[in-house]
Each structure stands twice: as structure tokens, then as C-alpha cells.
């Protein structure tokens, strides 16, 4: 009897040893958007199966699309803060204010086009400028995003120029959304993405700052008629996300799990996360075309007149984090540098 069950000790043992038994570690990743949408299909599920299988199957990782375990989007980053949730995908803008330094490469003329580069970016500038902003809420950073830019969406006007927009009432992402609409002489409108469609339908805001990529999870393309951006694909800033742990999480975890997590993350993860952003937003703009709405792409002119629109919106940012100790213009400047410098690097690999 004792020789049977130490033969089934050792038996466990070996199991355990050799991977069979190998999952030790359960978190939940949290998020605001539904389980069909791609940032869960074609981003986090691919990640968190990358994580698994790095780490030898020690980790697993559970999504929670469409905010299941409770709350509302602007109470993620609290949720990992205070490690109701181990993980979050989540927009910054929901907490403006909170990450001043990475807002950056939200602005206008900033941004342009290109999410991958900008991604490649952010990972350059982190160590040196971002990471403490994250560490000081209680996060330990995954990886940070940019999706492929703000366009605009209009329920029934077609826009050409600033003045078009003129009075209008358009939903913002963040804070930097709303102070590029404020700088077309538009009014805007705070809410959550998944609130958009309602607040379209209801007349409640005009259109709305944000990229093609979502047009179908939400059916945008029912809601509005116009989705508008300028030449090359450029658009009016972008938006920021982060995928990040409760940093007490991250410090328990063992050497080999947290490397999992990094090569996960590494650089040709945020390379072809841009690709992800980019596919999804092309494949957005079709549905909406295949539908009955019309892309308008503005004439050279014309998205020069949108970019000289924008210059204020960078000056008011750089005078805004100045009183929290920030020199936003090197900021700025370090900012479009990389980015054009890993837009180069991209554009000849």
C-alpha cells in the first residue's frame, strides 16, 4: 500500500516535472470591448496563446471581453491598480491625464499614419521617459499601442474642410481627441466607444474622432453616412492603449514566467500588432463602403489645412504638462524623431 501511493507520488512528480502538470498561474484579462471584436480575435487572444506557450504552459490567461467582472471602462486601470483583475487591455483617454507622457504620440502631426512605427516608438522612448508614470499607478506595462488613427465619422455631413466641421457635436476619445475638436471650432462629447452607436442614432453627437477599425463591431456604418481622413492615410492624432499588469502581480511572478511575458512582447510583437490595427482598419472603411457610405480622402490642400488646424492643439499639450514639471517641445521633438527614424527602419526591412 505504501509502495503503490509513493509510486503514485513519483508518478505526479514526473508529470509535474515534465510539463503535463506545468499550469500554475491563472490571470484575468479585463476589457471594454465584445469577444468578436479584433482587438480580443486578432490581438489578445493570439498574445495570451504567445505568453502560454512560452511559458511553458505555467500561465493562462482568461479574457473577460465587454467589462463581464463589472465596472465601466474608465475603472480598468483602477481594476488592475487594485488587483481586481490581474490584467487589462484599456484605452489611456479614459483616464486623462494620468499618463501625460505617453499622451505624445496621441497628437496631431505627431501621429500621422503609421501605428507599427509609432508602436516601435513608444518602446524606444519607455525606459527613459514613460515607464515611471505607469509603475507610480501600480502598473507594470505589457505593451503599449496605438491603433491606426482618428478619423472622422459623420451621421449625415460630408466634410471637406475645418470649417465644415464647425459647430459640430463629435464624440472624443481622450483629452487630446477633444482639443483637436476644439480646434475645428466643434464641441466635444466624452463618453465610452461601446456608448457611440446609441448617442449616434439619438442625434446625441454629430459623428465621432476615432478609426474605421471599429466601424463594424459597432455598426457604425448604420449610424453615419461619412467617414472622412486625409491624404496618405493621415489622420487627426490617435489614441493610446496599454496592456498592463497589477504590479504586485507582475513582482510575485517567477523570472521564467515574467521573460515569457517579455518575449511575447518584444518588438515583432508590436510590429505586427501595427499590421493588426492597420488590416483591421482597412477592413473597417470596406464594410462601410460595401454598405452604402462614402470615404472621403481629402486633396493635398486640403489635409494641409486640417494639419495647420492642428498646430495648437501640440502647443496647448506642451503648455499643459509644463505645470507638472514635463518639457513637452523635447518631448515633441523626440517623439516625431523616433517615429520617423523606426518609420525609416520599417519601411526598409
Known sequence: MKFTKLLGLSAAAMLWASGSFAQEITLKLHHFLGAKAP???QMLEPWAKRVEELSNGKVKIDIYPAMTLGGRPPELVQQARDGVVDLIWTLNGYTPGLFPRTEVFELPTVFNNDPAATNLAMRDMFDKELKQEYEDKGLEVMFLHAHAGNGIHTVDTPVHSP????GMKLRTPSRTGAWVI???????VAMPVP???QALSKKVVDGALIPWEIIPALKLQQQTQYQIEGQDHWRLGTSIFQVSMNKAKWDSLPDDVKAAFRKASDEEWLKEVGDIWRTSD???IKAAEADGNELITLSADETQAFKDAMQPVVTRWEDEVKGQGIDG???VK???ELTAEEEKNLASQ
Do not use: H, I, Y
Not at 163 to 166: C, L, N, R, S, T
Open 334 to 336: 523626440e517623439a516625431r
Open 282 to 284: 482597412n477592413n473597417g
Open 195 to 197: 456608448e457611440l452607436p
Open 329 to 331: 517641445p523635447a518631448l
Open 39 to 41: 482587438v480580443q480575435t
Open 182 to 188: 476644439e480646434a475645428l471650432n466643434a464641441q466635444p
Open 163 to 166: 470649417a465644415d466641421v464647425k
